[in-house]
């Protein structure tokens, strides 16, 4: 079912329906609410009547509204008063043209009182208050009043016809209301439908026009059109990195065909053969070590199992594994900072950001200097700091050193790609990697992570 009738269904359609309904149970509450007033109003009037019945001079029974000066005025209104004797004759009636329900009425065993609905024809409804009174003298008589239910009948239904009017126009109006509205979305909904479809076949989304209402399907829009935007963005990034990881085996594989051919177009000695292999030996390791950075970049982007964990355990055990690395190169490791670091990570994927930290300053740090992991609490987060005592990074490089295969100096060795895999695992984790200015010499990577 298409939006707008939807809208008009479940907007409109189904609340005039139960308007309807409710309206219908109130037409028959308000009916039983009138009739009940009605049979309050003739109990009351029965009970004035029937006080005063003898008490005439002569002990005859009489009705008391017949010779009252407000007769004529309460006439129109007033409930028909019948009196009928212990031989069920008339002995009083007012108003005289009230309409007749019985000719004689007898006093009888049953209950003093009893109401009751009888029709008299053409459509009348009369509702009958019966009343057996007993004379001074224990003589029975019967006081008998009527109501028409027409007025009830007349407000039920004015009633009636007020309140289907108004269902009508409610309806009306809703459905108009509704029209309007779901046209409205349906525009928008199907702007964004070709937004995401110019998105996905390479195209940007526009952003939203600045008259459009700021609810959630403009939060629907912008999230969208960043997402799409992110994307786009890792999709470049990954181009870039394809083309780069290209250059990158490249390289290698172009020098390993160039010795292999000079090798093989005249008879070489076997030094000269030796030499060769061990120049493509060193190709097949740098094309090892790229594969295997291209495999841990991966690794890195992909799903993340994180647990509690302590950090500074982890970096401890990270120092652990480079020390004999340092050792060979004369370069001091020390860790300062809290004992215990309660972390929420994926233990291996950060172990792995922080080994390639440090395989990076100790790269770069001099023979005799101090690598430092400084781990401090900031907020919510835990920095941690890796600090050599190196050439450093110019600040006009800081940000281009977490691009994949970016290298400052080619001889100091390495692919490229192990700044940005930390960057990558920290991201994951809600976390960023950035160059940071050095308290003195030296370059300063600063790893954030969440806390516990």
Known sequence: MRLVRRMWLWGAVVPVVAVAAALGMAVQVFRVVLERAMDEALLSQAAAESVSLFDAPDGRPHLHVEPSPLAGAVRAFVPATRLYGPDGTLLGVFPPES?????????????????????????????????QVRSPEGVPHVLQLMASLGTVDQAVGTFSSVATVLALLLGGVLIGIQGWQAKGLARRLHGIA?????????????????????????EVRQALT??????RVAR????????????ELRTPLALMRTGLDLALRR???????????????????????????????????????????????????????ARAEADLRGVALRVVGPD???????????????????????????????????????EAHWEVAVQDEGRGIPETHREDVFTPFHRLEREAGGVGLGLSLVREVARG????????????PGARVLLTLPGP
Do not use: F
């Open 99 to 131: 309409p007749t329900v019985s000719e004689r009425v007898l006093p009888d065993d049953g209950p003093t009182s009893r109401l009751e609905t009888r029709s008299v024809g053409k459509g009348l409804r009369l509702r009958v208050l019966t009343v």
């Open 194 to 218: 070709d937004q995401v479809a110019r998105s996905r076949d390479g195209g940007m989304m526009a952003p939203a026009p600045a008259d459009e209402p700021r609810d959630e399907i403009m």
């Open 226 to 231: 960043e997402a799409a935007l992110r994307v």
């Open 236 to 247: 470049e990034a990954q181009e870039r990195l394809i083309a780069r990881a290209a250059h």
């Open 267 to 321: 008879e070489r000695g076997a030094e000269e053969l030796r030499t060769v292999l061990e120049e493509n030996r060193r190709e097949v390791d740098r094309l090892s070590n790229v594969a295997d950075a291209l495999l841990e970049l991966s690794a890195a982007g992909g799903a993340l199992d994180v647990q509690p964990g302590d950090l500074r355990v982890l970096l401890d055990e990270a120092v652990a594994g």
């Open 340 to 378: 215990e670091a309660g972390c929420r990570m994926d233990a291996m994927a950060v172990r792995r950001a922080v080994d390639n930290l440090l395989a990076n300053a100790l790269r770069y740090a001099p023979r005799g200097s101090e690598v430092r992991l400084e781990l401090a609490r900031r």
């Open 429 to 440: 984790h809600g976390g960023d990697a950035r160059i940071v200015e050095s308290p003195g």
